[in-house]
């Protein structure tokens, strides 16, 4: 009986220990994946970025694979366009729907309006792209451009933009409204009881406090729509010039590697220049996860997005 | 006390949280088959206490641990003490009840599997046997395989204490058993001490000293991290040494 | 009236305004996939691969695509699970709370999962390349397994991090060890979210495309080995919709609603066995 206890009681702490082993062994190898893909991007693009500044790299103007030339600037110049413009249309819209939510809806609207945005979030980006197509571009084509005395072909910045707004809105608004909700209801009353408006609650007490989580899941919601493609790709044009409105066509990052990796591999040096744009944008995205860290510190809002 | 040596006897024990020096050279030997009531104002250090009879201390962040527990003559702070030795020699209650996320059949048959019980008739007779010292073997006896989490709280908490009895430890330890039961249920867990007293040794964290007094038979005082005073119940409740376990009993400080 | 509640009402009505904005794009979205995609939509599509002259709008479907975006996801999700259960099991019951090793594992996953998924495709590419593999079923379920690792990871870690710490001791106490802790009460309590956070990695993963452009491949044949090139939804929407013949473009747009309807029922499978799990959940 002893001897049985004994035997059990050794294999239950031997399994732990190996379990334990194992377990810290899938950990450290999981954790290395980031390095390993930081590393192979470095490395499978030393060609470009060995010998030429990396400043002129990205400042250059001048694309012209087969002359073996790479200038990233209409890429970078492209990219920061569509972010932008989508940003600027999503994030007020976003942060007023998330305010609303929390503070002034009923609880069954917000019950039910929470699996819409998951849907939303839910929608591949092909489908948004798609969308642009049929939707979006000729809106622009028609509509849009013509009011501002401009013609475009619909293909453009603005149209880029519109669809990236739409993606990013479900992760700002899930993110904002964790922020918001962690906000304590003692916060308010006392607001509230020293005769302020609801309104004038949440515009000092309540926004105030949330500020460093909403600006979190702003900068998060940008490094989403840095790194989109097939969505951007489908309504964006893609003409390799640094463009000058957001009429214009623009050719993203993302859009570049996905035209062309894995075809063009004939011209030297082109795919390495190619994972030299994958390198910006996974640099892009660890400097934004980076900096929005710094601003939560530790709390545990980050997770949510993306939802 | 007699020739029998403590199941738990405290040295020098000091435990610090990061800075927070929660206790302070704590030393007393826990007495045999009794009741012990572990008493003073909250944020003094009682459930900290509790927590390093059976290391549970360690789940926590930057906790350090100094002195020693010595469990039958074992020191379980020994880095080579293995603890869930230890562990099962003692059962735990909780202030809320936490019962498994799954049956009550197998709430009160885990411990016994996972310590290498495998034969179905004797498991069925441990449930039984358990659940009735327990004396919820009636409520429950029809709905074994339903799930824990459907019981009353009452419920529950008898459910974890046949849970850990199952397990044969010789201790037990109730960390303010029945702060989140009705009265009628605190009752009931304060009848199945007083049953249980004669075959284990029971040690209890309370805040309400009238359950103190209902039940102990020997009491610790807690100040600030500090064991202020320790002895028989009726000599610490009716003629206190300290003038700060004085001011506590008779309402001064809380 | 008083000016501040000038200034509440614009506000409220800008609110207003977002709120109706968000949900008629929804509804214009969900209603122009159904709108193109419906008339489009027939057992043909989904029971054929593509017959001969298939992409000059003759008749076949996209069974091809249908089961290998479902192989390629699934097996990616069963990857996903065997390395992100570990991990979250190792930094919830194992680890001790806010060590360095945990901050620095959450912190990596979090980058992982902001990693945009086109570099998931292009580096898998390059590790193909390096094991001198072909454009395979096998190459897409390893990128898309990079690709939803960090999301099933980080999901179920938040669940698992709300397991309450007294059920942990519950279990201690009883003389379990923290495997069997782990294994027994912390898995089963946590089997709701488990489900939903594997679900949610599925949904993102069968609908990502660019990080399957250059690692799956395209075929007409049905999925047969994981050596072969496999066709997948995202890509056949993608390929099929820049087609010049309506016929296949329309075809586009069927594959779209059916490839959102997969995502919808998934997220609704997920809801539905939350609720279905709960029964031994301890609260």
């Given at each position: 009986?002893?001897?049985?206890?004994?035997?059990?009681?050794?294999?239950?702490?031997?399994?732990?220990?190996?379990?334990?082993?194992?377990?810290?062994?899938?950990?450290?190898?999981?954790?290395?994946?980031?390095?390993?893909?930081?590393?192979?991007?470095?490395?499978?693009?030393?060609?470009?970025?060995?010998?030429?500044?990396?400043?002129?790299?990205?400042?250059?103007?001048?694309?012209?694979?087969?002359?073996?030339?790479?200038?990233?600037?209409?890429?970078?110049?492209?990219?920061?366009?569509?972010?932008?413009?989508a940003m600027v249309l999503a994030v007020p819209v976003c942060?007023?729907?998330?305010?609303?939510?929390?503070?002034?809806?009923?609880?069954?609207?917000?019950?039910?309006?929470?699996?819409?945005?998951?849907?939303?979030?839910?929608?591949?980006?092909?489908?948004?792209?798609?969308?642009?197509?049929?939707?979006?571009?000729?809106?622009?084509?028609?509509?849009?451009?013509?009011?501002?005395?401009?013609?475009?072909?619909?293909?453009?910045?603005?149209?880029?933009?519109?669809?990236?707004?739409?993606?990013?809105?479900?992760?700002?608004?899930?993110?904002?409204?964790?922020?918001?909700?962690?906000?304590?209801?003692?916060?308010?009353?006392?607001?509230?009881?020293?005769?302020?408006?609801?309104?004038?609650?949440?515009?000092?007490?309540?926004?105030?406090?949330?500020?460093?989580?909403?600006?979190a899941a702003i900068v998060l919601g940008l490094s989403r729509?840095?790194?989109?493609?097939?969505?951007?790709?489908?309504?964006?044009?893609?003409?390799?010039?640094?463009?000058?409105?957001?009429?214009?066509?623009?050719?993203?990052?993302?859009?570049?590697?996905?035209?062309?990796?894995?075809?063009?591999?004939?011209?030297?040096?082109?795919?390495?220049?190619?994972?030299?744009?994958?390198?910006?944008?996974?640099?892009?995205?660890?400097?934004?996860?980076?900096?929005?860290?710094?601003?939560?510190?530790?709390?545990?809002?980050?997770?949510?997005?993306?939802? | 006390?007699?020739?029998?040596?403590?199941?738990?006897?405290?040295?020098?024990?000091?435990?610090?949280?990061?800075?927070?020096?929660?206790?302070?050279?704590?030393?007393?030997?826990?007495?045999?088959?009794?009741?012990?009531?572990?008493?003073?104002?909250?944020?003094?250090?009682?459930?900290?206490?509790?927590?390093?009879?059976?290391?549970?201390?360690?789940?926590?962040?930057?906790?350090?641990?100094?002195?020693?527990?010595?469990?039958?003559?074992?020191?379980?702070?020994?880095?080579?003490?293995?603890?869930?030795?230890?562990?099962?020699?003692?059962?735990?209650?909780?202030?809320?009840?936490?019962?498994?996320?799954?049956?009550?059949y197998d709430n009160i048959a885990y411990g016994p599997r996972?310590?290498?019980?495998?034969?179905?008739?004797?498991?069925?007779?441990?449930?039984?046997?358990?659940?009735?010292?327990?004396?919820?073997?009636?409520?429950?006896?029809?709905?074994?395989?339903?799930?824990?989490?459907?019981?009353?709280?009452?419920?529950?908490?008898?459910?974890?204490?046949?849970?850990?009895?199952?397990?044969?430890?010789?201790?037990?330890?109730?960390?303010?058993?029945?702060?989140?039961?009705?009265?009628?249920?605190?009752?009931?867990?304060?009848?199945?001490?007083?049953?249980?007293?004669?075959?284990?040794?029971?040690?209890?964290?309370?805040?309400?000293?009238?359950?103190?007094?209902?039940?102990?038979?020997?009491?610790?005082?807690?100040?600030?991290?500090?064991?202020?005073?320790?002895?028989?119940?009726?000599?610490?409740?009716?003629?206190?040494?300290?003038?700060?376990?004085?001011?506590?009993?008779?309402?001064?400080?809380? | 009236?008083?000016?501040?509640?000038?200034?509440?009402?614009?506000?409220?009505?800008?609110?207003?305004?977002?709120?109706?904005?968000?949900?008629?794009?929804?509804?214009?979205?969900?209603?122009?996939?159904?709108?193109?995609?419906?008339?489009?939509?027939?057992?043909?599509?989904?029971?054929?691969?593509?017959?001969?002259?298939?992409?000059?709008?003759?008749?076949?479907?996209?069974?091809?695509?249908?089961?290998?975006?479902?192989?390629?996801?699934?097996?990616?999700?069963?990857?996903?699970?065997?390395?992100?259960?570990?991990?979250?099991?190792?930094?919830?019951?194992?680890?001790?709370?806010?060590?360095?090793?945990?901050?620095?594992?959450?912190?990596?996953?979090?980058?992982?999962?902001?990693?945009?998924?086109?570099?998931?495709?292009?580096?898998?590419?390059?590790?193909?390349?390096?094991?001198?593999?072909?454009?395979?079923?096998?190459?897409?379920?390893?990128?898309?397994?990079?690709?939803?690792?960090?999301?099933?990871?980080?999901?179920?870690?938040?669940?698992?991090?709300?397991?309450?710490?007294?059920?942990?001791?519950?279990?201690?106490?009883?003389?379990?060890?923290?495997?069997?802790?782990?294994?027994?009460?912390?898995?089963?309590?946590?089997?709701?979210?488990?489900?939903?956070?594997?679900?949610?990695?599925?949904?993102?993963?069968?609908?990502?495309?660019?990080?399957?452009?250059?690692?799956?491949?395209?075929?007409?044949?049905?999925?047969?080995?994981?050596?072969?090139?496999?066709?997948?939804?995202?890509?056949?929407?993608?390929?099929?919709?820049?087609?010049?013949?309506?016929?296949?473009?329309?075809?586009?747009?069927?594959?779209?609603?059916?490839?959102?309807?997969?995502?919808?029922?998934?997220?609704?499978?997920?809801?539905?066995?939350?609720?279905?799990?709960?029964?031994?959940?301890?609260?």
């Amino acid at each position: 009986m002893l001897s049985s206890f004994v035997t059990i009681y050794a294999r239950r702490l031997f399994v732990d220990r190996a379990a334990k082993r194992v377990l810290e062994l899938v950990v450290v190898c999981s954790g290395l994946i980031l390095l390993i893909i930081a590393g192979t991007l470095y490395f499978r693009s030393l060609p470009v970025h060995g010998q030429a500044h990396w400043g002129s790299l990205l400042m250059s103007r001048e694309w012209h694979p087969s002359r073996g030339q790479f200038g990233f600037l209409p890429f970078i110049a492209g990219t920061l366009w569509v972010t932008g413009v989508a940003m600027v249309l999503a994030v007020p819209v976003c942060l007023l729907m998330a305010i609303y939510l929390v503070e002034y809806a009923p609880r069954f609207l917000r019950e039910g309006i929470n699996p819409l945005i998951d849907i939303l979030a839910g929608i591949p980006s092909v489908v948004y792209g798609m969308w642009g197509v049929l939707v979006i571009v000729p809106f622009v084509k028609n509509y849009l451009a013509p009011w501002f005395g401009v013609s475009s072909s619909g293909y453009s910045i603005i149209a880029g933009g519109m669809v990236l707004a739409v993606m990013v809105v479900p992760g700002i608004i899930h993110i904002t409204m964790e922020v918001l909700k962690s906000v304590p209801q003692e916060l308010r009353d006392a607001s509230l009881a020293l005769g302020a408006t609801k309104w004038q609650t949440i515009k000092n007490v309540v926004t105030r406090r949330a500020m460093p989580g909403m600006v979190a899941a702003i900068v998060l919601g940008l490094s989403r729509a840095f790194g989109e493609t097939i969505a951007v790709l489908m309504v964006v044009g893609n003409v390799a010039r640094v463009p000058g409105s957001i009429f214009d066509p623009a050719y993203p990052l993302p859009a570049l590697i996905a035209n062309n990796y894995g075809e063009m591999l004939s011209i030297p040096m082109y795919d390495a220049a190619l994972l030299f744009a994958a390198l910006i944008l996974l640099l892009v995205v660890l400097y934004f996860n980076v900096v929005s860290r710094l601003i939560l510190s530790g709390t545990k809002w980050s997770s949510y997005y993306y939802g | 006390m007699t020739g029998i040596p403590p199941h738990i006897s405290v040295r020098d024990l000091n435990v610090f949280y990061g800075k927070d020096h929660a206790l302070k050279d704590i030393s007393v030997d826990i007495p045999n088959k009794k009741i012990t009531a572990i008493i003073g104002p909250s944020g003094c250090g009682k459930t900290t206490l509790l927590k390093s009879f059976n290391r549970l201390l360690e789940r926590a962040d930057n906790v350090k641990v100094t002195g020693q527990v010595l469990v039958d003559g074992e020191d379980i702070y020994d880095p080579k003490m293995e603890i869930t030795h230890i562990r099962k020699k003692m059962g735990l209650l909780s202030q809320k009840p936490y019962p498994l996320p799954m049956s009550i059949y197998d709430n009160i048959a885990y411990g016994p599997r996972i310590h290498g019980e495998q034969n179905k008739k004797k498991l069925d007779k441990i449930v039984e046997h358990f659940l009735k010292t327990a004396s919820l073997w009636e409520e429950v006896k029809d709905k074994l395989h339903g799930p824990a989490a459907r019981l009353s709280v009452g419920q529950q908490q008898r459910l974890c204490l046949a849970r850990g009895l199952a397990v044969g430890p010789e201790i037990i330890l109730g960390d303010e058993p029945t702060s989140a039961l009705d009265p009628k249920s605190s009752q009931h867990i304060e009848k199945r001490f007083i049953e249980l007293k004669e075959r284990y040794t029971i040690i209890v964290v309370t805040h309400i000293l009238r359950q103190a007094k209902r039940l102990a038979d020997y009491v610790l005082f807690l100040y600030m991290g500090r064991l202020i005073e320790h002895g028989p119940a009726q000599a610490i409740f009716e003629n206190p040494q300290q003038e700060m376990t004085k001011e506590y009993i008779f309402g001064v400080i809380s | 009236m008083d000016k501040r509640y000038i200034e509440e009402n614009i506000f409220k009505f800008l609110m207003a305004v977002s709120g109706l904005l968000i949900i008629s794009v929804l509804l214009l979205i969900l209603g122009t996939i159904a709108y193109k995609g419906l008339p489009y939509l027939s057992w043909e599509m989904v029971t054929q691969p593509p017959q001969n002259g298939y992409y000059l709008g003759k008749g076949g479907g996209i069974l091809n695509a249908i089961l290998g975006s479902l192989y390629l996801t699934g097996g990616a999700t069963v990857l996903a699970l065997l390395i992100s259960l570990p991990v979250t099991l190792y930094l919830n019951v194992y680890a001790k709370k806010d060590s360095v090793s945990v901050y620095v594992t959450r912190f990596v996953f979090d980058v992982l999962w902001g990693i945009p998924s086109i570099v998931y495709g292009a580096f898998g590419f390059t590790l193909m390349l390096f094991w001198g593999m072909q454009a395979s079923l096998f190459a897409g379920i390893i990128t898309v397994t990079f690709l939803i690792l960090p999301i099933m990871t980080r999901s179920m870690d938040e669940i698992i991090r709300m397991v309450p710490g007294p059920l942990l001791d519950a279990s201690y106490g009883l003389g379990a060890t923290r495997w069997e802790t782990a294994w027994k009460v912390v898995v089963r309590q946590a089997l709701p979210g488990i489900s939903t956070a594997v679900l949610m990695a599925f949904g993102r993963g069968i609908g990502d495309a660019a990080s399957l452009i250059f690692t799956a491949g395209f075929t007409d044949a049905l999925p047969s080995s994981l050596g072969r090139p496999a066709a997948t939804l995202p890509l056949a929407i993608f390929f099929q919709f820049s087609s010049p013949v309506p016929q296949v473009q329309g075809r586009a747009y069927a594959a779209a609603l059916i490839l959102t309807l997969i995502i919808l029922g998934v997220s609704f499978a997920s809801r539905f066995l939350t609720k279905r799990f709960t029964r031994h959940i301890v609260r």
